[in-house]
T-cell receptor, first 117, second 114 residues
């Protein structure tokens, strides 16, 4: 059974370029989360979706960041234009949430290590 | 607002020694509590979770955690640490009304000496 799949695993780009990170959640899961991890800030929740609908994007740092989930099996996180301070590891996680429990285990992908020069 | 505090940034233990990692949470209702482990270069893996019922929960790799409501704590323990347990450990809290959101602590890095 495949876990959460992220691509690419590593991305090196130059400042000002557009970067697109991709995530395929576990089949059947209805919630998807994007996190960013840095030494300085730790693990930060950027945005999450329930049933493909963005629920909370308050963690998105600024307008340069955008995320979409066009269907239940795919999501993207885009940074345009990228800056050196965006360098981090970006994780995608998915979860199956069933009422009455509104929170459950999140399964993490291996992450994308982004370096912006 | 919910929050998690992991007071120990870094802990070093000898192989075979016992381990306790501390986690304190702040949450207005009954919390759902999680412990995750992250090995270098990898994503986070669930060790164990608490939703309700028995306050002592067992997880993978011989780990356990105890929920203490009176102390707002969910400490992780292992009776005998193995060198392969060296990793970073994250405590997280969520619950009803948070609409799937988990709040993670800043993590505790465990070093195991031989």
């Amino acid at each position: 059974d495949a876990g959460v799949i992220q691509s690419p695993r590593h991305e090196v780009t130059e400042m000002g370029q557009e970067v697109t990170l991709r995530c395929k959640p576990i089949s059947g899961h209805n919630s998807l989360f994007w996190y960013r991890q840095t030494m300085m800030r730790g693990l930060e929740l950027l945005i999450y979706f329930n049933n493909n609908v963005p629920i909370d994007d308050s963690g998105m740092p600024e307008d340069r960041f955008s995320a979409k989930m066009p269907n239940a099996s795919f999501s993207t996180l885009k940074i345009q234009p990228s800056e050196p301070r965006d360098s981090a590891v970006y994780f995608c996680a998915s979860s199956l949430v069933s009422l009455p429990r509104s929170t459950d285990t999140q399964y993490f992908g291996p992450g994308t290590r982004l370096t912006v020069l | 607002a919910q929050s998690v505090t992991q007071p120990d940034i870094h802990i070093t233990v000898s192989e075979g020694a016992s381990l306790e990692l501390r986690c304190n949470y702040s949450y207005g209702a009954t919390p759902y509590l999680f412990w995750y482990v992250q090995s270098p270069g990898q994503g986070l893996q669930l060790l164990l979770k608490y939703f309700s019922g028995d306050t002592l929960v067992q997880g993978i790799k011989g780990f356990e955690a105890e929920f203490k409501r009176s102390q707002s704590s969910f400490n992780l323990r292992k009776p005998s640490v193995h060198w392969s347990d060296a990793a970073e450990y994250f405590c997280a809290v969520g619950g009803a009304g948070t609409a799937s959101k988990l709040t993670f602590g800043t993590g505790t890095r465990l070093q195991v000496t031989l």
